[in-house]
C-alpha cells in the first residue's frame, strides 16, 4: 500500500534553515506529482508548495514563494523541502501528499513531521 | 484568491443521526471541490472528489453534492468513528476551508 514517510523537522531558529524529506513506497513515485501541506499547531490545512511527477514543474503558496524549494529524487523515491530563512509563522506538522491528478487533491498522507521555529 | 467557508464550525450529533456539512466558495470553482476528514493526532484522509466522487475505500455512507459555489457533505447515519473535523478544498490554489468539528452529543 501507498506509504509516505516524512523527516527531517525539529526546533530550529528564525532566520535558520531546514530540509525536510519524504520517502513514498507502495507506488509508482516517477508517475505522480507530490506536494507538501502543512498545519499550525491547532489551525487548519495549509497546502505549500507542488512538483511535477518529472520534476520540471513547481508551484508554491505566496506565504513561502522564494523561501521554499520543493524538489525529489526520483531514483530514491524521495521528495525534499528545503526551508530557508524560516519564522514563527512557518511553524507547523508538515504532511507530504500525493496528488490525485493533475494538481488537484491529495489522495495519500504521510503522518508528518513538525517544524518549530522559535528561538 | 477563492475563499472556503465551511458552516457550522461545530456540529453536535448522535451516532446514527445524518450529518450535513456546507461548504461555500467566494466564486465558482464548478465541481472542482475535494473533502477530508481529519482525526486527532492523524494526517488528513481523502473522502469526496470533484464534489461527489468517492475515494477509494470510502463507504457508500459518505456523500458529496453540488456545483458552483454550494457544496454539501452528507453522511447518512453516522458511525462512532466519523467524529472528526471535515475540511473542503478546491484545486484552484489548492486552498482548504476552515473546518467542521463534528462532534458527539
Known amino acids: 500500500q501507498v506509504q509516505l514517510v516524512e523527516s527531517g523537522g525539529g526546533v530550529v531558529q528564525p532566520g535558520r534553515s531546514l530540509r525536510l524529506s519524504c520517502a513514498a513506497s507502495?507506488?509508482?513515485?516517477?508517475?505522480?506529482?507530490m506536494h507538501w501541506v502543512r498545519q499550525a499547531p491547532g489551525k487548519g490545512l495549509e497546502w505549500v508548495a507542488v512538483?511535477?511527477?518529472?520534476?520540471?514543474?513547481?508551484y508554491y503558496a505566496d506565504s513561502v514563494e522564494g523561501r521554499f524549494t520543493i524538489s525529489r529524487d526520483n531514483s530514491k523515491n524521495t521528495l525534499f523541502l528545503q526551508m530557508n530563512n524560516l519564522r514563527a509563522e512557518d511553524t507547523a506538522v508538515y504532511y507530504c501528499?500525493?496528488?490525485?491528478?493533475?494538481?488537484?487533491?491529495?489522495?495519500?498522507w504521510g503522518q508528518g513531521t513538525l517544524l518549530t521555529v522559535s528561538s | 484568491e477563492i475563499v472556503l467557508t465551511q458552516s457550522p464550525a461545530t456540529l453536535s450529533l448522535s451516532p446514527g443521526e445524518r450529518a450535513t456539512l456546507s461548504c461555500r466558495a467566494s466564486?465558482?470553482?464548478?465541481?472542482?471541490l475535494a473533502w477530508y476528514q481529519q482525526k486527532p493526532g492523524q494526517a488528513p484522509r481523502l473522502l469526496i472528489y470533484?464534489?461527489?466522487k468517492r475515494a477509494t475505500g470510502i463507504p457508500a455512507r459518505f456523500s458529496g453534492s453540488g456545483s458552483g459555489t454550494d457544496f454539501t457533505l452528507t453522511i447518512s447515519s453516522l458511525e462512532p468513528e466519523d467524529f472528526a473535523v471535515y475540511y473542503c478544498?478546491?484545486?484552484?490554489?489548492?486552498?482548504f476551508g476552515g473546518g467542521t468539528r463534528l462532534e458527539i452529543k
Open positions: 470533484d464534489a461527489s
Open positions: 478544498q478546491q484545486r484552484n490554489k489548492l486552498t
Open positions: 512538483m511535477s511527477f518529472d520534476g520540471k514543474n513547481e
Open positions: 466564486q465558482s470553482v464548478s465541481t472542482y
Open positions: 501528499a500525493r496528488d490525485l491528478r493533475k494538481f488537484s487533491y491529495f489522495d495519500s
Open positions: 507502495g507506488f509508482t513515485f516517477n508517475t505522480h506529482a
